[in-house]
């Protein structure tokens, strides 16, 4: 069992950037590839990022590539998002969530998921 909390959500500028975390409880953490989906008013919730067991692999959706970073530290039990060049369009609660298949972009292949943290961009 594996319990999710996210936090580092708010209200920013369109330009601004914003650091999210998911911090998971239990010492399997790393047995765990990790991935960030959203979901804003009115729209399924999406894929954002995913990330594997160690850190090595990576893959984002287009709509962040080179905007957005995820990291973990396995050490910590935490997942990271940074999130550059915000834009109006990545307003959503973003949830983290934890994958015992290993890095996926499929909601479905997700265990474990936090509450969700809000992200605003409006000026």
């Known amino acids: 069992q594996v319990q999710l909390v996210e936090s580092g959500g708010g209200l920013v500028q369109p330009g601004g950037s914003l650091t999210l975390s998911c911090a998971a409880s239990?010492?399997?953490?790393?047995?765990?590839?990790m991935g960030w989906f959203r979901q804003a008013p009115g729209k399924e919730r999406e894929f954002v990022v995913t990330?594997?067991?160690?850190?090595?692999?990576?893959y984002y959706a287009d709509s962040v590539r080179g905007r957005f970073t995820i990291s973990r530290e396995n050490a910590k039990n935490t997942v990271y998002l940074q999130m550059n060049s915000l834009k109006p369009e990545d307003t959503a609660i973003y949830y983290c969530?934890?994958?015992?298949?290993?890095?996926?972009?499929?909601?479905?292949?997700?265990?474990?998921w936090g509450q969700g943290t809000q992200v605003t961009v409006s000026s």
């Open positions: 969530a934890a994958s015992n298949l290993g890095w996926s972009t499929r909601r479905i292949e997700y265990d474990y």
């Open positions: 239990g010492r399997t953490f790393s047995s765990y590839a």
């Open positions: 990330i594997g067991r160690i850190g090595d692999s990576t």
